[in-house]
T-cell receptor
Framework: NAGVTQTPKFRILKIGQSMTLQCTQD?????MYWYRQDPGMGLKLIYY???????DKGEVPNGYNVSRSTTEDFPLRLELAAPSQTSVYFC?????????????FGDGTRLSIL | KQEVTQIPAALSVPEGENLVLNCSFT??????LQWFRQDPGKGLTSLLL?????REQTSGRLNASLDKSSGRSTLYIAASQPGDSATYLC??????????FGKGTMLLVSP
């Protein structure tokens, strides 16, 4: 039962570098999400997708980009890394837009920008 | 804008105690509410999901209630165990299946 898989688990970047956080799910879920979690704070939604080819901004999208070319994959791109993007990033998925479907989370990517 | 508050921020109890975690939200127009557990350095595990039409959900020693009109939910943990030590997060779904999270309650259960 793989569920939601995120890679890498840890990464250190220099200011101005770029990288892609990978997320894949094997549950055939339509909906996928990216959140960030800062110390002592709740999770905040960055971007979400309701299906392949469709993405939309969440609460904190600035500095990030996403794409959804397949049902399984939802990568998050940081183009010009900034110290404010140091955080733990979580990817999640859910079956569809029904009231009774929980979100399933990956184990997170811990990212430091120095 | 939906805001979610969790009280207390931290809680320490001896093993065997029953305890209640509180969650409040500002906009009662929600689709559902979820309680999650997060262990240090790990992702979130869904514990219970309560639909807006429901009053409570139970799973083992856990019971979650929802009073949508007053914007409140509680998570009741019976006969707490050291293995229950974790951070508990409350999140509300106000549309498009996107969740608004509280900051969590950090629970420590001592043997």
């Amino acid at each position: 039962n793989a569920g939601v898989t995120q890679t890498p688990k840890f990464r250190i970047l220099k200011i101005g570098q770029s990288m892609t956080l990978q997320c894949t799910q094997d549950m055939n879920h339509n909906y996928m999400y990216w959140y960030r979690q800062d110390p002592g704070m709740g999770l905040k939604l960055i971007y979400y997708s309701v299906g392949a080819g469709i993405t939309d901004k969440g609460e904190v999208p600035n500095g990030y980009n996403v794409s959804r070319s397949t049902t399984e994959d939802f990568p998050l791109r940081l183009e010009l890394a900034a110290p404010s993007q140091t955080s733990v990033y979580f990817c999640a998925s859910s079956l569809n837009r029904q009231n009774n479907q929980p979100q399933h989370f990956g184990d997170g990517t811990r990212l430091s920008i120095l | 804008k939906q805001e979610v508050t969790q009280i207390p921020a931290a809680l320490s109890v001896p093993e065997g105690e029953n305890l209640v975690l509180n969650c409040s939200f500002t906009d009662s127009a929600i689709y559902n509410l979820q309680w999650f557990r997060q262990d240090p350095g790990k992702g979130l595990t869904s514990l219970l999901l309560i639909q807006s039409s429901q009053r409570e959900q139970t799973s083992g020693r856990l019971n979650a209630s929802l009073d949508k009109s007053s914007g409140r939910s509680t998570l009741y943990i019976a006969a707490s165990q050291p293995g229950d030590s974790a951070t508990y997060l409350c999140a509300v779904n106000s549309g498009y299946s996107t969740l608004t999270f509280g900051k969590g309650t950090m629970l420590l259960v001592s043997p």
